[in-house]
């Protein structure tokens, strides 16, 4: 049997999805997607993402909090996380990480709530879903202090950053997740390291409701629009789609065991 795609990162809870969550999942599994990993940013959501896991078999949850929300987390630390992250459809920690462009919450406070989650991934064996924005310098600073205290499995997601950022991630064991902003006309630099990137490290991703691929800009993204993503990806590097399907499909898996669970 064909490999099916699976988006490693949607928000199935966020408003332009949750309305329709039935419709969604239908057509993500009619578009030949797998599964998907519904990735939680606030405390307030864990409880709801988790439902959502548990009413779908091909749904999977996580538990974290945004950089833009660690100024309103203060007692979210490794122990919450670790506690919540026992659930057996919960299979990853985050999205985590450090984002200077928007600076919503204090950046000494993403800092020490990357690190919380990173202890917390350290603990379970669940991976880190890094988020990081104009923060390349801290984030890769940041990893490789926290590698050098014990591995731990990670994908950074929705990689748009520069090829420096890719290899030092790479080098300390990140999985690299592309989402539709690959396939924008504009994103030619993103392009480039999109054709590096080892195939056993890749993975794909709509982070919807945002960044509908090309040719769905501009409509509310879903997880069957992961497909546009992978089939601009897999011609980008000079695959067919299927080896793309495969590739990303098992790196996913490998990456986050519990799926397999």
Known sequence: MPSMLIDSHCHLNYPGLVEDEAGVIARARAAGI????????REREWAAVIA???RHADVFA?????PHEADEHPDIDTARLVEAAGHPRVIGIGETGLDYFYDKSDRERQRRSFRSHIAASRETGLPLIVHTRDAEDDTIEILGEEVGKGAFPMVIHCFTGSQRLADACLALGACISLSGIVTFKNAKA????ARTLPADRLLVETDSPFLAPVPMRGKVCEPAFVAHTALFLAGLRGES???LTETTSNNTRKLFAKMQA
């Open 62 to 66: 996580t538990v974290g909090i945004h």
């Open 190 to 193: 993103l392009q480039d390291v």
């Open 241 to 243: 789609l299927e080896e």
């Open 52 to 54: 959502g896991a548990e």
């Open 34 to 41: 797998g599964a998907m990993i519904s990735i939680s940013t």
